[in-house]
């Protein structure tokens, strides 16, 4: 029974081990007339871990929301480049990406599957 406990153990961090980051594709949301074109966040979801990557530092307010229920379940201001945010308390579902700086927002959809 130990050996058994034993292998089944190593094999989950085996298949843990595999896991890979989905990328989030994120799209500007335009103001009528805007033609200047900016360089992207970028942005995914490994598990329940965000990470969105800026190309430089700047000031950024970040919102997830449920569109199942369209409730905000996460939101928070950033300044760094780089930004992981730890979810753990999302339900397995589809949610919506907001991210604002300055005058420009950013939106993108994941799923949360456990």
């Known amino acids: 029974m130990k050996k058994v406990f034993m292998l089944?153990?190593?094999l989950c961090c085996m298949l843990s081990g595999f896991a890979e980051a989905k990328p989030i594709k994120i799209e500007k949301k335009k103001r009528p007339h805007e033609r200047s074109e900016v360089q992207l966040p970028t942005a995914s979801i490994d598990?329940?871990?965000l990470t969105i990557e800026f190309s430089e530092a700047t000031?950024?307010?970040i919102t997830v929301i449920s569109q199942?229920?369209?409730v905000v379940v996460y939101n928070g201001s950033f300044?760094?480049?780089l930004v992981v945010i730890n979810l753990p308390s999302l339900p397995d579902g589809e949610y919506q990406l907001e991210i604002?700086?300055?005058?420009?927002?950013y939106v993108g959809e994941?799923?949360?599957i456990d």
């Open 110 to 112: 994941f799923n949360v």
């Open 79 to 81: 300044t760094s480049g």
């Open 59 to 61: 000031a950024s307010q």
């Open 100 to 105: 604002k700086q300055g005058d420009n927002t």
């Open 8 to 10: 089944l153990a190593l």
């Open 47 to 49: 598990g329940q871990v």
């Open 68 to 70: 199942g229920t369209q």
